[in-house]
């Protein structure tokens, strides 16, 4: 069965993560609830990225698969997700400088018209440099914190405090792409021939 692709998210950093492989998708985004339940953070996100698949899916009438995914940082047991604000962004930077932390991603593919959806999770350790308040402020002033978990971007200007990972990278930066490659697998879809046959072709 052919299948279209669907990343049910409008994150820059997920959509340039996957158009990276050559893969011919579309993004849809549906309002979705996306308050974390209290379980541990591993399960919280896959519950908060099949929610995203499913309300995509569930508006599709071609066969397809969804893509959804929740990615949160999880500090000394507190959840930081997406900051509100300047003054939140601040306060999670001071928590997380020279520390260490955990990056969470849920990752959700729902099958269409079947409805089947598999979920899984990658997690990965990020160690930062201490930090000034000087250093905080400018950082923040920037922008680049604000509508990201953890008030910072690896694949940013957030890329000069971080001193060690252990994990994947691309998990860090919200779509760990080995994992998700994994996961299509199960449903009859090899991106690596996939989009290796694309280029090919092009």
Same mark, same amino acid.
């Given at each position: 069965?052919?299948?279209?692709?669907?990343?049910?998210?409008?994150?820059?950093?997920?959509?340039?993560?996957?158009?990276? @492989?050559?893969?011919?998708?579309?993004?849809?985004?549906?309002?979705?609830?996306?308050?974390?339940?209290?379980?541990?953070?591993?399960?919280?996100?896959?519950?908060?990225?099949?929610?995203?698949?499913?309300?995509?899916?569930?508006?599709?009438?071609?066969?397809?698969?969804?893509?959804?995914? #929740?990615?949160?940082?999880?500090?000394?047991? +507190?959840?930081?997700?997406?900051?509100?604000?300047?003054?939140?962004? $601040?306060?999670?930077?001071?928590?997380?400088?020279? #520390? $260490?932390?955990?990056?969470?991603?849920?990752?959700?593919?729902?099958?269409?018209?079947?409805?089947?959806?598999?979920?899984?999770?990658?997690?990965?350790?990020?160690?930062?440099?201490?930090?000034?308040?000087?250093?905080?402020?400018?950082?923040?002033?920037?922008?680049?914190?604000? #509508? +990201?978990?953890?008030?910072?971007?690896?694949?940013?200007?957030?890329?000069?405090?971080?001193?060690?990972?252990?994990?994947?990278?691309?998990?860090?930066?919200?779509?760990?792409?080995?994992? @998700? $490659?994994?996961?299509? +697998?199960?449903?009859?879809?090899?991106?690596?021939?996939? $989009?290796?046959?694309? +280029? #090919?072709?092009?």
């Amino acid at each position: 069965m052919n299948r279209r692709i669907y990343l049910a998210s409008t994150s820059p950093r997920r959509y340039a993560l996957l158009a990276s @492989l050559g893969l011919d998708f579309s993004v849809l985004s549906v309002p979705v609830d996306e308050t974390l339940p209290a379980v541990e953070p591993e399960k919280a996100v896959e519950i908060v990225a099949a929610r995203k698949a499913r309300a995509v899916a569930e508006r599709l009438e071609e066969a397809a698969l969804v893509i959804g995914a #929740d990615t949160i940082v999880v500090h000394q047991g +507190k959840t930081l997700g997406k900051p509100p604000g300047p003054g939140s962004a $601040c306060e999670m930077l001071r928590r997380l400088q020279g #520390d $260490c932390h955990t990056v969470f991603t849920g990752v959700a593919v729902t099958a269409v018209p079947e409805g089947k959806t598999a979920v899984a999770h990658a997690a990965t350790r990020v160690c930062f440099a201490p930090l000034s308040e000087e250093e905080i402020a400018a950082y923040v002033a920037t922008g680049e914190p604000l #509508d +990201k978990a953890g008030a910072y971007a690896a694949q940013g200007l957030g890329a000069v405090f971080i001193r060690r990972i252990e994990g994947c990278y691309l998990n860090v930066v919200g779509l760990p792409l080995s994992l @998700l $490659c994994e996961m299509l +697998k199960g449903f009859g879809l090899n991106l690596l021939l996939v $989009c290796g046959a694309q +280029k #090919d072709e092009g």
